[in-house]
């Protein structure tokens, strides 16, 4: 069948071109709802990649319109599903059966987002935060929403946000925040030690992809045996205080997807996060865009306005 397709012919610059598409063996072929902009794709968008023309898009989510030969019965017709995904700046695109998460009925979620999901779950894994500890999030944007919807729990004393951002820092109080810090108007590190009683973070996730964002998240480590887990996507190389992990005996995760070696067991845990209503997305899409619109997408997504959080391709 023919569809419209969001191609990047340069840096910088979006056609919208039609192809021919059609699910392969073991593939399904969805008629996207929605795709969401991620950061991740900036290096293609600014010129950083091998070749062009490319069809990006990864974080695309819809209905299910035909099967491929050897799909199972667990994906049906006019199913709504989500996943890892690839070309989904597009009306339709393929996906493999293994990286297709099924969503049930009784989600009322419009914006289901499988990848980011997906990478949050490693988060969520990585972070695994016992009985009593105190839990500081740096950075809370969409990736730190979710890792808060994930890691949130009343076995934890503290769960803290730190972010400059107040409609930020609402949100994470209605996730599940004990604590938020504006490190904008006070010192993370003075508000964390009086929030734990001097006993600081066992448990910091940094979310902010900037040097800023680490030295903080570096900061309010406890001082024996704390874990530090990366989650955000860092445009270029940073330094970072290794006198001050080493004093700590810090563990540091970089709980990015390659983290797990099995993605498909990955997807269905993904799925049941999804599918029990742990991870909430459409009060954070603040930015809308309709496909043939793709070229002022990412021109406002490089130059995000002050109440830019989370934008979506639409049809």
């Known amino acids: 069948m023919k569809s419209r397709q969001a191609v990047l012919v340069e840096p910088r610059r979006f056609e919208i071109r039609e192809t021919d598409i059609g699910p392969a063996d073991n593939e399904v072929l969805v008629r996207m709802q929605g795709c969401g902009m991620c950061t991740s794709e900036f290096p293609e968008?600014?010129?950083?990649?091998?070749?062009?023309?490319?069809?990006?898009?990864?974080?695309?989510?819809?209905?299910?319109?035909?099967?491929?030969?050897?799909?199972?019965?667990?994906?049906?017709?006019?199913?709504?599903?989500?996943?890892?995904?690839?070309?989904?700046?597009?009306?339709?695109?393929?996906?493999?059966?293994?990286?297709?998460?099924?969503?049930?009925?009784?989600v009322e979620q419009e914006c289901l987002l499988g990848e980011p999901f997906y990478c949050v779950h490693n988060v969520v894994r990585a972070a695994h935060p016992v009985v009593g500890d105190s839990l500081a999030l740096v950075g809370m944007g969409p990736m730190g929403q979710w890792a808060l919807q994930g890691l949130a729990s009343r076995t934890l004393q503290h769960v803290i946000a730190v972010d400059v951002d107040e409609t930020k820092l609402a949100f994470a109080r209605d996730a599940g925040a004990t604590h938020t810090v504006n490190s904008a108007k006070e010192d993370p590190?003075?508000?964390?030690?009086?929030?734990?009683?001097?006993?600081?973070?066992?448990?910091?996730?940094?979310?902010?992809?900037?040097?800023?964002?680490?030295?903080?998240?570096?900061?309010?480590?406890?001082?024996s045996n704390p874990k530090l887990v990366v989650m955000s996507f860092f445009k270029a190389p940073i330094e970072v205080d290794m006198t001050r992990l080493c004093g700590v005996a810090a563990e540091i995760i970089v709980a990015h997807p390659g983290i797990r070696k099995?993605?498909?067991?990955?997807?269905?845990?993904?799925?049941?996060?999804?599918?029990?209503?742990?991870?909430?997305?459409?009060?954070?899409?603040?930015?809308?865009?309709?496909?043939?619109?793709?070229?002022?997408a990412f021109e406002t997504f490089e130059n995000r306005p002050p109440d830019y959080i989370k934008g979506v391709v639409v049809p």
């Open 189 to 223: 590190v003075d508000a964390v030690l009086e929030i734990t009683g001097g006993r600081m973070a066992d448990v910091v996730v940094e979310g902010t992809g900037i040097k800023a964002g680490m030295d903080t998240a570096v900061r309010l480590l406890r001082r």
């Open 262 to 296: 099995d993605r498909v067991d990955g997807c269905r845990r993904t799925e049941v996060l999804i599918n029990n209503a742990v991870f909430r997305a459409d009060h954070l899409v603040s930015h809308r865009f309709r496909l043939e619109d793709i070229q002022g």
């Open 45 to 106: 968008w600014l010129g950083m990649h091998p070749a062009y023309p490319m069809a990006p898009g990864h974080e695309g989510w819809g209905v299910v319109e035909d099967k491929g030969k050897g799909v199972s019965e667990r994906i049906s017709i006019g199913d709504r599903v989500t996943g890892l995904g690839q070309h989904c700046y597009s009306d339709y695109f393929t996906q493999s059966e293994d990286y297709t998460m099924v969503v049930d009925q009784h």
